[in-house]
C-alpha cells in the first residue's frame, strides 16, 4: 500500500548526487515546518523490462530510497520518513502528490550551473507551472546561512508568497529581505509601498527581522542577484502577469538561474489582514 502523502514535504528520489542534496534541503524543510517527509521514486518499468532483470531494476529502487532515509536520518533525525515506488514519470507523480502535499521538492537538473539555460520542458519547471502547492527547486550545492528572500509586487500571487516567507523566516530564525523591483520606464512609488505591504504581514511575525528594498531594473535579474547571498529563494508563481498562464517570466527566471534553492509558492489564499 502506498504510504499516505496528506500534509507531507514529497520530494522526488533519483539515482545522482544531486538528488540526494535535494532530499537533504526537503529534510530541512520539513523540519522547519514540522512536517513528515515522504520520500517518492517513479519506476520506469518500460526500462526495467529491458534490463536483465526486472527484480534488479526493482531492488536498485528500494535501494535508492534506503540511501535517501539513511541521509535524511543523519541531517534531521526527528523527522518522520516514509517512501513510496511509484510507475510513471516523476513529474506526473509529483503533481498527483501535490493534490495532498504540503510541499513538493525537485532537483533543477543542473539548470542553475547553465546560465544560458532556459529549458522550459525541464521537469522542475514543469512541476513548479502544475503542481497544486508550494514547489521546493534545490540546487547541488548547500545555500550560505543568509536571509529568506521574497520578491514583492502587489498581486495578490505575491501576498500568498509573501506571508508564506515570513512563516519560513520566523521557522528558520532567519532575516526576511522583501525585494520589489520596478521596470525602467514605469512610475515608482518608493519604499513606502513595499514598506506598508511588508508591515501588513509582519504583525504576525514580530520576531522576524524584516529589510525592505525597492531596486530599479528587471525583476528577474535583480532576484537572481540578490538571491547568491540566500539562504532561499521565494517567489509567488504568475506575480502580477495573470497572462502568462501558469508560470510567470520572474519565477522562471529565479528556476533557472537562481543559485539558491527556490520555492514557488503557489496553491494558498493570501492570509486575511490582521484583526480580522
Known amino acids: 500500500m502506498a504510504a499516505p502523502t496528506h500534509g507531507a514535504v514529497v520530494v522526488g528520489v533519483g539515482s545522482s548526487d544531486e538528488d540526494l542534496q535535494v532530499v537533504r534541503e526537503a529534510a530541512g524543510e520539513a523540519a522547519?515546518?514540522?512536517?513528515?517527509?515522504?520520500?517518492?521514486?517513479?519506476f520506469n518499468w518500460a526500462a526495467a523490462l529491458k534490463a536483465p532483470s526486472?527484480?534488479?531494476?526493482?531492488?536498485?529502487?528500494?535501494?535508492?530510497?534506503?540511501?535517501?532515509?539513511?541521509?535524511?536520518?543523519?541531517?534531521?533525525?526527528?523527522?518522520?520518513?516514509?517512501?513510496?515506488?511509484?510507475?510513471?514519470?516523476?513529474?506526473?507523480?509529483?503533481?498527483?502528490?501535490?493534490?495532498?502535499?504540503?510541499?513538493?521538492?525537485?532537483?533543477?537538473?543542473?539548470?542553475?550551473?547553465?546560465?544560458?539555460?532556459?529549458?522550459?520542458?525541464a521537469p522542475a519547471v514543469q512541476l513548479a507551472a502544475r503542481a497544486g502547492c508550494p514547489v521546493l527547486v534545490g540546487r547541488a550545492e548547500p545555500a550560505p546561512k543568509g536571509p529568506v528572500l521574497i520578491g514583492v509586487d502587489g498581486s495578490p500571487s505575491s501576498q500568498a508568497a509573501l506571508d508564506f516567507a515570513f512563516d519560513t523566516a520566523e521557522r528558520r530564525a532567519a532575516r526576511l529581505l522583501a525585494v520589489r523591483v520596478v521596470e525602467p520606464g514605469r512610475p515608482d512609488d518608493g519604499d513606502d509601498v513595499l514598506a506598508a505591504t511588508v508591515a501588513r504581514h509582519a504583525e504576525?511575525?514580530?520576531?522576524?527581522?524584516?529589510?525592505?528594498?525597492?531596486?530599479?531594473?528587471?525583476?528577474?535579474?535583480v532576484l537572481v542577484e540578490q538571491?547568491?547571498?540566500?539562504?532561499?529563494?521565494?517567489?509567488?508563481?504568475?506575480?502580477?502577469?495573470?497572462?502568462?498562464?501558469?508560470?510567470?517570466?520572474?519565477?522562471?527566471?529565479?528556476?533557472?538561474?537562481?543559485?539558491?534553492?527556490?520555492?514557488?509558492?503557489?496553491?494558498?489564499?493570501?492570509?486575511?489582514?490582521v484583526g480580522t
Open 32 to 42: 522547519t515546518h514540522g512536517r513528515p517527509l515522504h520520500l517518492l521514486h517513479a
Open 227 to 273: 538571491s547568491r547571498s540566500a539562504q532561499l529563494a521565494l517567489v509567488g508563481a504568475r506575480g502580477d502577469e495573470p497572462w502568462r498562464g501558469m508560470l510567470g517570466a520572474v519565477s522562471q527566471t529565479l528556476l533557472y538561474h537562481a543559485p539558491a534553492p527556490v520555492i514557488v509558492v503557489r496553491g494558498l489564499e493570501p492570509a486575511p489582514p
Open 54 to 121: 526486472v527484480a534488479e531494476s526493482r531492488a536498485a529502487a528500494e535501494d535508492l530510497l534506503e540511501r535517501a532515509g539513511q541521509v535524511v536520518g543523519e541531517v534531521e533525525p526527528a523527522v518522520p520518513v516514509s517512501g513510496e515506488i511509484v510507475e510513471g514519470r516523476p513529474v506526473e507523480a509529483l503533481i498527483r502528490a501535490s493534490e495532498s502535499a504540503f510541499m513538493v521538492a525537485l532537483g533543477d537538473g543542473g539548470m542553475a550551473d547553465c546560465p544560458d539555460c532556459v529549458p522550459a520542458d
Open 204 to 221: 504576525r511575525y514580530p520576531s522576524v527581522a524584516a529589510e525592505c528594498h525597492t531596486v530599479r531594473g528587471d525583476p528577474g535579474t
